[in-house]
């Protein structure tokens, strides 16, 4: 053996060391420490991801799920680290990117059903750990959801980039220092991660949250996102921080409303996984939040309700051949009253809610007692009212419905025959909805000629330069 052979071999064991020194290095680099992937996780969880990414029956964070809009249905996508068909080739650098910015590491836009105009928020260290849970504690799944298709002009997804030069602001979230640690704890929570503001904040034309209207109230597909200001009738300034810790951990809190459609859904996936801490930090920073009130809330929004019987007026009562002619008393007897009781006071150990002071029964906007009704309610891990939109017509619902609001809530409320069968085919349905869509496609046409415009410009001004 000659004598170079031994500093071959010693090049060689030097060259395989920092190789694994380096990939250990790398996988460091890319989140492999415990402790973060922990805290991705625990984010991920506050951004509730798993919901708009999780098709029914489908594989966690594999997406598939269509999230219906005005514009038309938007496919949640893979957002496991599957390198063929999830974020697996991501660099951090194109992770945040898509977070933070709403841009695809192809270069194309998201659109802003995924709330990136919320996470845009988010610090650089919260970005990093998720990056490091999606990367190494997510389980990779190999389906690719079906892609999003919406109607011209909405399928130019360049159309985005000037959506985003009005409506996105970039800028991580900074601490108020006349607030304390807890309260910016709660207002950095709310608007970034849980992004409360992307559901219970109204939007404008151009389906942008109104800012100068935080969190009172909007529209969630067939569900309304209520008033959660500080007000004391139509928001949540009656409700205390105890109050409100427990509706987003339990799913309800007694006297005031239980938790159901999109909200029930948050609560089972996110907030009910949140620390005490972090859910008191919410709490408090509701309540500071400027009060924004409707008129038609003459009093607190859960303060409506007494017990009222009208059952015996039904008894020995006939039912009508024609269902839809039966009264509301009657469908209350047969379909309400075995659990809500005779008064609607609720069970004696308050597992079945009581229809007093109860919100879904005080709102003038009474879309989610309908769609509670249509819909019924499922919650982990065993709370359970079944739907009635196979047994019911829309007359028996609205009959319910009117029924219900006369004799336990808001009797200024309503509900009609027109709202069910609205509420039962959809939002396409809606003339709002239509106006909507055909205001977006003028304003989106507008941008996208005002950039052309703009770059046209540009180009004869540096040719006359």
């Given at each position: ?128 750990t998720l990056y490091a849970y999606f990367m190494n504690g997510v ?327």
């Amino acid at each position: 053996m000659s004598r170079a052979m031994p500093r071959l071999f010693r090049r060689l064991g030097l060259a395989l060391t920092l190789s694994v020194a380096a990939s250990a290095f790398t996988s460091l680099a890319f989140g492999a420490d415990a402790d973060q992937i922990a805290r991705g996780k625990y984010i991920a969880t506050a951004s509730d991801c798993v919901a708009c990414h999780t098709a029914p029956g489908g594989e966690p964070m594999a997406g598939g799920l269509a999230i219906p809009t005005p514009i038309g249905s938007i496919v949640s996508t893979n957002i496991t680290p599957s390198k063929e068909n999830g974020i697996g080739d991501y660099t951090l650098e194109q992770f945040d990117a898509a977070l933070r910015k709403g841009v695809r590491a192809d270069g194309k836009h998201l659109y802003p059903a995924m709330p990136y105009t919320s996470y845009a928020l988010l610090s650089d260290d919260d970005v990093a750990t998720l990056y490091a849970y999606f990367m190494n504690g997510v389980t990779p799944v190999e389906t690719r959801p079906a892609e999003t298709r919406l109607p011209f002009p909405f399928n130019i997804r360049f159309s985005m980039a000037a959506w985003n030069l009005l409506f996105l602001d970039g800028t991580p979230f900074k601490p108020d220092p006349a607030q304390d640690a807890e309260w910016n704890r709660g207002a950095y929570l709310v608007r970034g991660p849980t992004h409360c503001g992307t559901c219970h904040t109204p939007r404008n034309l151009f389906m942008a949250e109104k800012t100068s209207s935080e969190m009172a109230g909007g529209d969630v597909g067939f569900w309304h996102a209520p008033n959660i200001t500080s007000d004391g009738n139509s928001g949540v300034g009656g409700w205390s921080a105890d109050e409100l810790v427990a509706y987003m951990r339990d799913g309800h809190a007694t006297g005031k409303s239980q938790a159901a459609g999109p909200m029930a859904e948050a609560v089972d996936h996110s907030l009910r996984f949140l620390t005490p801490e972090d859910l008191q930090a919410i709490a408090i920073y509701l309540k500071t939040i400027s009060p924004a009130r409707d008129p038609a809330d003459t009093q607190p929004v859960f303060a409506w309700g007494s017990p009222s019987d009208e059952l015996a007026s039904i008894r020995g009562v006939a039912l009508p051949q024609d269902r839809d002619q039966m009264s509301g008393p009657q469908v209350y007897d047969a379909y309400c009253a075995t659990c809500h009781q005779a008064e609607g006071q609720g069970s004696f150990d308050g597992g079945l809610p009581s229809l007093l002071h109860n919100t879904a029964l005080g709102r003038a906007n009474t879309n989610n007692l309908v769609m509670v009704m249509l819909e019924g309610l499922h919650r982990q891990p065993d709370v359970l009212m079944p739907g009635f939109a196979k047994e019911l017509s829309d007359t028996q619902i609205a009959s319910l419905g009117s029924y219900l609001i006369q004799n336990f809530g808001n009797p200024a409320a309503k509900v009609t025959v027109g709202q069910v069968a609205e509420l039962r085919a959809g939002p396409v349905r809606s003339v709002l909805v239509t106006v909507a869509r055909a205001g977006l496609a003028v304003g989106t046409l507008i941008v996208i000629g005002l950039i052309a415009w703009l770059l046209r410009r540009r180009k004869k001004s540096r040719r006359t330069a």
